[in-house]
């Protein structure tokens, strides 16, 4: 089955500083990579994901890069705020297999006024 | 909308006892899931749905089972709770198929077993 590893656990910038996390899959027949973001005591919230046949998708601050060939995929913040603080998880998935997602460990992103 | 609601959001359980969680969505939404989540190991998928009347596992479906009866609505059960469940449970929807693969997730059950 899939396997999602994401790098690295714990991320520390200072405001306006771009901050990038990483995560590798297992399974070349994922298509489907989203990113979530969870705030303390709430549920995961979508903020930006990336289908296959895509290499990268921007949204204002925030990009993702997909690399199929080597399978990994990376979500790139740029000029980092305080709200950005959170725990950031990435996940694969195949469309085809109920859209159930494998989630990768997260990443707790502090970023310090 | 209330989107996806859970209930309970805490429950404290003995060794051995049984209790059902409750999700509910009002977005009409096709396919549901269950995730738990444990520090360090991001979430896990229990069991989902892709329909009415559906159910099939995930990555983690042992001490858990599940049901949906109705479309709104999906239930997870825990028959002998174990201190290993122990954990904070998470409900997700989604309107399914190839390009509407964005999951709404609930505010999360945190539950003990002790």
């Known amino acids: 089955g899939e396997n999602v590893e994401q790098h690295p656990s714990t991320l520390s910038v200072q405001e306006g500083d771009s901050a990038v996390i990483k995560c590798t899959y297992s399974d070349s027949a994922s298509n489907y990579f989203p990113w979530y973001k969870q705030e303390l005591g709430k549920g995961p919230q979508l903020i930006i994901d990336?289908?296959?046949?895509?290499g990268e998708k921007k949204d204002q601050r925030i990009a993702v890069t997909l690399n199929k060939t080597a399978k990994h995929f990376s979500l790139h913040i740029t000029e980092t705020q305080p709200e950005d603080s959170a725990v950031y998880f990435c996940a694969a998935s195949n469309h085809n297999q109920g859209g159930k997602l494998i989630f990768g460990q997260g990443t707790e992103l502090s970023v310090k006024p | 909308n209330a989107g996806v609601t859970q209930t309970p959001k805490f429950r404290v359980l003995k060794t051995g006892q049984s209790m059902t969680l409750l999700c509910a969505q009002d977005?009409?939404?096709?396919?549901m899931y269950w995730y738990r989540q444990d520090p360090g190991m991001g979430l896990r998928l229990i069991h989902y749905?892709?329909?009415?009347?559906?159910?099939a596992k995930g990555e983690v479906p042992d001490g858990y089972n599940v049901s949906r009866l109705k479309k709104q609505n999906f239930l997870l059960g825990l028959e002998s709770a174990a201190p290993s469940q122990t954990s904070v449970y998470f409900c997700?929807?989604?309107?399914?198929?190839?390009?509407?693969?964005?999951?709404?997730f609930g505010p999360g059950t945190r539950l003990t077993v002790l």
């Open positions: 749905s892709v329909g009415e009347g559906t159910t």
């Open positions: 997700a929807s989604s309107y399914g198929g190839v390009y509407y693969n964005e999951q709404f």
């Open positions: 990336i289908r296959s046949n895509v």
């Open positions: 977005m009409n939404h096709e396919y």
